[in-house]
């Protein structure tokens, strides 16, 4: 870890990748990793800001689509090239995406005109903030499409797993020589490039002195499939010296419950929030940490995932439990919340984050008033606030009106930060995708979109 700290950030995640991809040459993975790197802005990739009491924000957001999925959806399309060359193996990839509404973006900017690559991405009509949608409608590139669903995020991802286990589909497609692919954090693709910014972050804190070797960190991330935060725990399970996890819901507070009392149920309302990307009920993730958890216990996993299919809930034995709670610390802010410590952060350490960081940021102070641990935390920075304008521009700006990009560039004035450009162009370009479907009619929808092209 402490040689980490004198490399840059893609020889750092071409150290901790090579690790799991080890049919990669090193020098292979450090140009894949160079390559999807130089898209971020010279901010860099993971760079921590200090705030006040022992506590970092890392910001995960100077990618191509201003959130923390570009750091794993810049690598992939390369590694899956790079993997299909070496088996020899010269099908078309259709990658597949549900969107909570930032993989979505991420993915098409990711998979943009790829040889032997189609993208198709299903997200929730309604259930994304305006500029999320706009920057997927308005995707350019011949090899993709976008479908709006009408459901929420959990029907979307629900109809893209059950295309997967679609055997009929598959064979349909392999008769014209395609091949179904995931972007979504079911792919372990997009987790492994996550495991090192935990890394980066620590060896950074170590390097200036700001850790004793060994020392732990928390760290506070804002949760929703459970991807990122079970990066860190694979992280963990590395050597990275993790004190607690401490995951972070929004008012959809499935997992906080669920790590308060060992009962995960899924039937409950499901609320649209000022941090839409959060607006989950069925975390994917969450089943590989109770397959370790469980002594990978395959069986055992299997019936909680039958039950939560069958009764929408599954309750966890006292062992598993008690492994969870020693690893993590759940906690959930409403918006009301979330409005109220974007204003406090601003006000007080001059720093403007988004709701999904708010909502981290607030759980963070919850976490320490109830347990008092002392332990240094970075705050997992996930979304540029400028993605949010509305959500942000209501705890700032409360008298504004407007759309949101009227309100992007108020605060933008008011904070003295620049829009950025990915966000501004939005609302001059054409919108180029309309197509919408029902959640039981994915399959249609997506054979739809591969036969227009
Ligand atoms: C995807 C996303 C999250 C949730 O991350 P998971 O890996 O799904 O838990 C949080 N914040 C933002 C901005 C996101 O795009």
New binding site residues.
Partial sequence: IAGLGGLRYADRAAAVLGRYLTDFSPADLRAMCEAAYARFDPAGVAPLRALSGRTWAMELWHGPTL???DVALTLLPGLMAAAGKALGDDRELVILAAT????GKAALEGFMDAPGAQCVVFYPEGGVSEAQRLQMVTQRGGNVAVIAVRGNFDDAQTGVKRLFADRDLARQLAGRRRALSAAN?MNFGRLAPQVAYYFSAYADLAAAGRLRPGEKLNFCV????????LAAVYAGRMGLPIGRLICASNRNNVLADFIGTGAYDARRPFYLTS?P??D?LISSNLERLLFELCGRDAARLNGYMQSLRDEGRYAVEPDVLCGLQSLMWGGWAGDDAVTGEIARVWQEEHYLI?P?TAVASAVLRDYRAATGDPTPCVVVS??SPFKFGRAVARALLPASEGDDFTLCRQLSELTGLPLPAAIAELPSLPIRHTARCDPNDMRRALLRALLDR
């Fill in positions: 959130a923390f999925k909570s509404g930032d993989t954090s804002p949760t929703g499939n459970f991807g990122n935060i941090s990307s959060m989950i988004d999904h996930t979304a």
